[in-house]
């Protein structure tokens, strides 16, 4: 009887460690950025998977509201990832990533539209917060854990973080922009068509 307490303490105990795990890599994520530390934010971040992530919802919000079927959006969908891959490419390093959470924008590299929103706070500033960011975190499996960042913000003006598991280190695999993002990177991707 005492092992078998024992035991279930100890699977219970990597259970909540395992369940923790993804915001404390979040956690770690959001002191590199606010060092400026390109390495670990580089060690945090898979690229490939971030630039897929902001492909994918941008042309989906392209093309949401296009009466196209089949055939159509299939080439409507390759025209516009190659006139969205520019665009997306000045998220896809760790200077631009670390300047879209510090200030909402990669002012940096894109300059600061007029109707940006307010910077993602990685760091959470209370237990009760902390809690609600942990409740209202969606899980696919055991590998991907999506977290909403501004959680008191309506779901629309939100960042949703996803974070992946690859082999033993959680990573930052997705970013969903909030809407007012995705329509000015629309707007940039339309003009640098021209």
């Known amino acids: 009887m005492r092992w078998t307490l024992r035991i279930s303490f100890l699977l219970f105990l990597a259970w909540a460690i395992f369940l ?12 590199a950025v ?16 971030l630039r897929t992530s902001l492909s994918s919802q941008i042309l989906n919000e392209y093309l949401k509201d296009r ?22 490419e000045q998220f896809i390093n760790p200077e631009a990533l670390a ?33 609600r960011t942990f409740l209202f975190s969606e899980t696919e499996g055991f590998r991907i854990v999506t ?16 974070m992946r598991l690859r082999d033993t280190t959680w990573r930052l695999s997705g970013i969903e922009l909030p809407t007012a993002l995705r329509e000015e990177l629309i707007k940039r991707a339309a003009v640098a068509s021209r």
């Not at 390109?38 to 690229?47: A, K």
């Not at 009466?67 to 997306?88: F, T």
């Not at 300047?99 to 959470?124: V, Y």
């Not at 977290?147 to 996803?162: G, L, S, V, Y």
């Open 20 to 31: 923790v795990s993804p915001f404390v890599a979040l956690y770690d994520l959001s002191k």
């Open 34 to 49: 606010e060092a400026r530390d390109i390495d670990r934010i580089t060690e945090r971040v898979n690229f490939n998977a």
């Open 67 to 88: 009466d196209l079927e089949g055939q159509e959006r299939d080439m409507a969908a390759e025209a516009g990832a190659a006139v969205l891959n520019p665009v997306i």
């Open 99 to 131: 300047d879209l959470f510090e200030h909402g924008w990669p002012e940096k590299t894109m300059g600061r539209p007029e109707n940006a929103p307010p910077p993602p706070r990685l760091e959470i500033g209370s237990l009760r917060e902390a809690w």
């Open 147 to 162: 977290i909403p960042i501004r959680i008191d913000q309506p779901k629309d003006e939100q960042f949703r973080i996803t």
